[in-house]
Nanobody, 115 residues
Framework: QVQLVESGGGLVQAGGSLRLSCAAS????????MGWYRQAPGKRRELVAS???????TYAGPVKGRFTISRDNAKSTVYLQMNSLKPEDTAVYYC?????????WGQGTQVTVSS
């Protein structure tokens, strides 16, 4: 059974940084395209960033230049480095395949940015 376990969230002041990790129990992780998503209270879940098996990255407009997605295939882990955090980044952050597979959503990790 596939498991995606997110960690690294927390409470941080505006302007601060956090690094999220997602450990995946996925066979042949290295050939999977992966994504980070987030869901703020009262809003739909949205794509934040994605990374292909070859390392090509894309970012949503609001996080471009502040967030960096990366992966370590040897550890079957994908990361999200978040800098210059803003209160509007407050959300539960999830990882999944890109595009996502419905049954793979984990518990997510809460990120709260105070002003």
């Amino acid at each position: 059974q596939v498991q995606l376990v997110e960690s690294g969230g927390g409470l941080v002041q505006a302007g601060g940084s956090l690094r999220l990790s997602c450990a995946a129990s996925l066979s042949i992780f290295s050939i999977k395209h992966m994504g980070w998503y987030r869901q703020a209270p009262g809003k739909r879940r949205e794509l934040v960033a994605s990374i292909t098996s070859g390392g090509t990255t894309t970012y949503a407009g609001p996080v471009k230049g502040r967030f960096t997605i990366s992966r370590d295939n040897a550890k079957s882990t994908v990361y999200l480095q978040m800098n210059s955090l803003k209160p509007e980044d407050t959300a539960v952050y999830y990882c999944n395949l890109f595009p996502p597979t419905e049954g793979y959503w984990g518990q997510g990790t809460q990120v709260t940015v105070s002003s």
